[in-house]
Structures are given as structure tokens and as C-alpha cells.
Nanobody
């Protein structure tokens, strides 16, 4: 079965950094577009960043542009989200998504809390 497992979340102070990882199994990883979403309490899930299957094109939401970087390592079946200069408004559960054609899969999420 397809499985996406996120890790790397935690509690950090404003201005700190975290690197999230999502390891996929049960799919041909290199053929999937990968994305990071986040959802804060009481708000809808929003797209944070995305990367094409070959890694040649990336998208970053305006709210994180210049601070977050998405990357992938197809040899390791892993997508990363490097988060720098974190702000309290970045606090949310972060989810990994893999999509191809009309098929999509979600991880269970990892909590990121930015607080002093």
C-alpha cells in the first residue's frame, strides 16, 4: 500500500529553523508531483509549496517565499521542506501530498509550533 510518513516537526522559537521530511513507499516516487500543505486550527488546509516530478519547477506560497524551500531526492523517495526564519503564524500541522493524474495521497501530518 502507499504510505507517506512525515517527520521533523516540533517546537521552535521565532526565527528558528526546521527541516521536514516525507518518506514515501508503495509508489513510483519519481512520477509524482509532491506538495506540502498546512492547516492551523479553525482554518482550511492551504498549499505551502510544490515541486514537479523531476524537480525542475517549484512553487512557494507568498506567505513563505524567501523563507521555505522545497526539494526532493528521488533516490531516497523523500521530499523535504526547509523552513527558516519561522514565525508564530507558521504554526500548523504540515502534510505531505503526492499526486499523479487524478490520484493523490496524504501523510498523517507533523506538528510545527513556533512560540517563545
Amino acid at each position: 500500500q502507499v504510505q507517506l510518513v512525515e517527520s521533523g516537526g516540533g517546537l521552535v522559537q521565532p526565527g528558528g529553523s526546521l527541516r521536514l521530511s516525507c518518506v514515501a513507499s508503495g509508489l513510483i516516487f519519481s512520477t509524482y508531483r509532491l506538495s506540502w500543505y498546512r492547516q492551523a486550527p479553525g482554518k482550511e488546509r492551504e498549499l505551502v509549496a510544490a515541486i514537479t516530478s523531476a524537480g525542475g519547477i517549484t512553487y512557494d506560497a507568498d506567505s513563505v517565499k524567501g523563507r521555505f524551500t522545497i526539494s526532493r531526492d528521488n533516490a531516497k523517495n523523500t521530499v523535504y521542506l526547509q523552513m527558516n526564519n519561522l514565525k508564530p503564524e507558521d504554526t500548523a500541522v504540515y502534510y505531505c501530498n503526492a499526486a499523479r493524474l487524478y490520484i493523490g495521497y496524504w501523510g498523517q501530518g507533523t506538528q510545527v509550533t513556533v512560540s517563545s
